[in-house]
């Protein structure tokens, strides 16, 4: 089965600085990684994904992502924060039994900007 | 053009009591999804439906928990004598064809308190 583990559930930075949050994944075949995002009472909204082609994926909010295999990894970065960057942030791999689209989460990462 | 609408926002009910989640999904959409959200955790996946047709039900509680998608009409997530380890968010999602690299669009979720 899949898994995905966020290290560090809360993570705080600066506004203006390096935000990077991090993501490991299982699979047992080639994965499709998407990174979400939850604002506070709102559904998730996705920010980028992975799919195979690209390994450095370029998202929405000035969001990048980069899949390295070797390090089984998918970290979400992006170089300068802002205020309303503040949010929680979910990783997750796509099982796709069948064709359908079966995401596995982590636990998720609330990211808070310090002014 | 809505995104995907979910009602209630937020429901109350008292243990031993049913409770009817709703949710329609974007227009055009035709695969639907089910995650649960627990406090301070990620999504888990509940079910995945088809019009009138459950394609994968893994992620569901084998009592109690049921959920459909009818021809007409929104798609329910029905719990019946809930309990209050029932209390959590719950998010649907749709996409256009049920493909594994595909976006899902998610609803602002359903928050279940079970008094």
């Known amino acids: 089965a899949q898994s995905v583990t966020q290290l560090g559930s809360h993570v705080s930075v600066s506004e203006g600085a390096l935000v990077l949050l991090r993501c490991n994944y299982s699979?047992?075949?080639?994965?499709?990684l998407f990174w979400y995002v939850q604002y506070p009472n709102q559904g998730l909204q996705l920010l980028l994904k992975?799919?195979?082609?690209?390994?450095l994926v370029k998202g929405i909010n000035g969001f990048e992502a980069e899949f390295k295999k070797s390090e089984t990894s998918f970290h979400l970065t992006k170089p300068s924060a802002h205020m309303s960057d503040a949010a929680e942030y979910f990783c997750?791999?796509?099982?796709?039994?069948?064709?359908?689209?079966?995401?596995?989460f982590g636990q998720g990462t609330r990211l808070t900007i310090n002014p | 053009n809505a995104g995907v609408m979910q009602n209630p926002r937020h429901l109350v009910r008292r243990r031993g009591q049913e409770a009817r989640l709703r949710c329609s999904p974007m227009?055009?959409?035709?695969?639907v999804y089910w995650y649960r959200q627990l406090p301070e955790e990620g999504l888990k996946f509940m079910v995945y439906?088809?019009?009138?047709?459950?394609?994968?039900e893994s992620g569901m509680p084998k009592e109690r928990f049921s959920a459909e998608f009818p021809k007409e009409g929104p798609s329910i997530l029905r719990i019946q004598q809930v309990v209050r380890g029932d209390s959590a968010a719950y998010f649907c999602?749709?996409?256009?064809?049920?493909?594994?690299?595909?976006?899902?669009?998610f609803g602002s979720g359903t928050q279940l308190s079970v008094l």
């Open positions: 227009k055009g959409h035709s695969h």
């Open positions: 439906l088809q019009k009138e047709n459950i394609i994968d």
């Open positions: 699979s047992s075949v080639p994965p499709y």
């Open positions: 992975y799919t195979s082609a690209a390994t």
């Open positions: 997750a791999v796509s099982e796709g039994i069948q064709g359908a689209q079966k995401l596995v």
């Open positions: 999602a749709s996409s256009l064809a049920g493909q594994s690299n595909e976006k899902l669009f």
